[in-house]
């Protein structure tokens, strides 16, 4: 099935628990919401780069960047999923296109490459939707449990090889998003991401240990 045309949506909602005003944090000199709208771009995959947000500053410096659409606030309240944002972003286009592609702010070591080759992939699965992944590190051994008086040591559960979403990308066919509304009750094949080139950044110490890797990738291609 042609999944053309395709297009990213970038959610950038300004409130953050954890991280008050994460979106707009700077790495490495640039607001994450806007390196993702550059890295979607300058990947020739998509046939327009939306960015969903709530936040004037964000919209305002979106212009000339790429579309945008001002949400709602009640799709940035707390709870409310992607899966809402999505949905609002496709009902204000003019016609829904084949596919779109999820492309978080908090993914910074997203690089073209990654999104070039998951479209690659999901172009040509008969799959209906691609997620990128994350292999979760396995645990310690054992662990410590501290009481007063008292250090018991206690067994893990038994070790599985356990994946997580990274924020790469989600790349979904329309349909399939619109007959479910749920992204894993559509049929999905995965995209590992290796740790190196994957940081979620949901606090700020999250931010700088990205930096830190971009920094030192960056010093040993120059080598």
């Given at each position: 099935m042609d999944k053309t045309p395709c297009v990213a949506i970038i959610p950038a909602k300004g409130i953050s628990e954890r991280f008050p005003g994460k979106?707009?944090?700077?790495?490495?000199g640039v607001p994450l919401w806007r390196l993702a709208a550059n890295v979607a771009a300058g990947s020739g995959v998509f046939s327009e780069v939306i960015i969903s947000?709530?936040?004037?500053?964000?919209?305002?410096e979106a212009s000339g960047v790429c579309s945008r659409?001002?949400?709602?606030?009640?799709?940035?309240?707390?709870?409310?999923g992607v899966q809402a944002v999505v949905f609002h972003v496709l009902s204000t286009l003019p016609e829904f296109p084949k596919s779109f592609c999820v492309v978080l702010?908090?993914?910074?070591?997203?690089?073209?490459?990654?999104?070039?080759?998951?479209?690659?992939?999901f172009s040509k699965s008969s799959q209906q939707a691609l997620l990128s992944v994350r292999l979760v590190p396995k645990p310690h051994e054992y662990f410590l449990?501290?009481?007063?008086?008292?250090?018991?040591?206690?067994?893990?559960?038994?070790?599985?090889?356990?994946?997580?979403?990274?924020?790469?990308?989600?790349f979904c066919e329309t349909r399939a998003f619109l007959q479910h509304f749920d992204f894993?009750?559509?049929?999905?094949d995965a995209f590992p991401i290796p740790q190196e080139e994957s940081v979620?950044?949901?606090?700020?110490?999250?931010?700088?240990?990205?930096?830190?890797?971009?920094?030192?990738?960056?010093?040993?291609?120059?080598?």
């Open positions: 979106n707009k944090a700077l790495f490495l947000t709530d936040d004037p500053t964000i919209f305002n659409i001002m949400r709602p606030p009640i799709l940035s309240a707390e709870g409310v702010p908090t993914s910074p070591l997203r690089k073209v490459g990654h999104l070039v080759a998951m479209w690659e992939k449990e501290m009481r007063t008086g008292y250090v018991d040591r206690i067994d893990p559960p038994e070790w599985r090889q356990w994946w997580i979403h990274d924020g790469t990308a989600l894993y009750k559509i049929p999905m979620d950044v949901n606090t700020e110490q999250d931010l700088v240990w990205a930096e830190f890797l971009a920094v030192r990738e960056a010093e040993r291609v120059q080598l």
